[in-house]
């Protein structure tokens, strides 16, 4: 027994060292070349002792280093009785399929030869399993068997399978995804049917997105609306505060100059008053504080109505009285002035 692990063993080292000698190849190279051919006699020993468990992890490395048919075939042997029958038929098959050079090394044939014939009896062994989902045509799938992300490209076709339980989940954006778990001996081919049906909380979010769209190309206050985008409704409320304002500056504006012809007329060139004109000259003060007031307070609203409205993803609108304003901002002063 342990005769014919040596010579196992030997073979391979002796495999690998052929090839590296075939190639002109870079110290990192030569020094991966190495190493894999240490890895390799380590899992071989490790494969022929029974102990494909610590085998595997080194036979893996050693490929990563440096390929070679004798390493590739024991690990995929290692592969299938650990239960992995795709990957390690599927290895085998690269290995029977990848030509020989003219002076490749004894071992290499032997392992080609090797990998036919444990092929030839693991093929039957592997399951198949036919995945089919209710959906409407064009939606996009996801998909994962086993919790491994799957491409829906293998619905409805026969997809390879070890045998052995498995669980198939499937999703899409707008449906409530669904899942099945099924077993499959060696050899067995089943199906298995999956339906999507529409997520109703998706259908009720897609609804309320259209009417807030809809909503947003009018006053912007549908519930839709609000629910997609900030509320507008301080904005309007800002503007309201400023075209109140906006009609008691004019207002206060027209009576003070109304005030003031009278005073004009009846008082004296020095603008000196009688005492009976004192209660319109209050009057007057009185309201040319309204009307100072009214402006501040119109140019305020109209400032903070924008803001509010730009802050909510709008654009700016004209107040509810349908006069067009903007602030108007001096050195000395704060007024607005637009269009009434």
């Given amino acids: 027994m342990r005769r014919s692990l040596a010579r196992a063993a030997a073979s391979i080292a002796g495999a690998i060292v052929v090839v590296a000698a075939g190639r002109a190849a870079r110290a990192d190279e030569a020094a991966d070349t190495a190493t894999a051919r240490a890895l390799g006699v380590e899992g071989v020993t490790l494969a022929n002792a029974g102990n494909c468990k610590e085998a595997v992890p080194k036979l893996e490395r050693a490929e990563k280093l440096h ?27 690269r290995v029977i399929r990848e030509p020989l050079p003219a ?67 499937v999703s899409a954006e707008g449906f409530l995804s669904s899942s099945v778990t099924e077993s499959l001996d060696e050899g067995q081919t089943k199906s298995v049917r999956l339906e999507l049906r529409p997520d109703p909380n998706a259908r ?42 906006l009609g008691l500056g004019i207002a206060g504006a027209v009576i003070v100059d109304q005030k003031e012809s009278r005073l004009s007329t009846n008082c004296d060139a020095n603008k000196v008053c009688g005492q009976a004109l004192q209660s319109e000259l209050s009057d007057a003060k009185t309201w040319a504080t309204v009307s100072t007031a009214g402006f501040v307070a119109a140019g305020v609203g109209t400032v903070t109505g924008i803001a509010l409205l730009l802050f909510s993803g709008g654009s700016p609108v004209a107040p509810a009285t349908g006069a067009r304003v903007r602030p108007s901002v001096g050195a000395t002063s704060v007024g607005i002035d637009g269009v009434f």
Avoid: W
């Fill in 67 to 93: 390929h070679a048919p004798t390493t590739a075939t024991r690990l995929a042997e290692c592969e299938i009785e650990r239960g992995f029958l795709v990957r390690g038929t599927e290895r085998l098959q």
């Fill in 204 to 245: 009720a979010a897609a609804v309320r997105a259209r009417a807030g769209l809809r909503n947003d190309g009018g006053a912007g206050l549908g519930t839709a609306g609000a629910d997609a985008l900030p509320s507008k409704v301080p904005a309007v409320l800002a503007f309201g505060v400023g075209a109140i304002g």
């Fill in 103 to 169: 002076n490749a090394h004894a071992a290499f044939g032997a392992a080609v030869v090797r990998a036919r014939k444990v092929l030839e009896t693991t093929l039957p062994r592997v399951a198949a399993l036919r995945i089919e989902v209710d959906a409407p045509p064009g939606t996009r799938l996801s998909m994962t068997v086993d919790d491994e992300p799957t491409s829906d490209a293998v619905v409805d076709t026969d997809r390879p399978i070890d045998p052995g339980t498995h669980t198939i989940k």
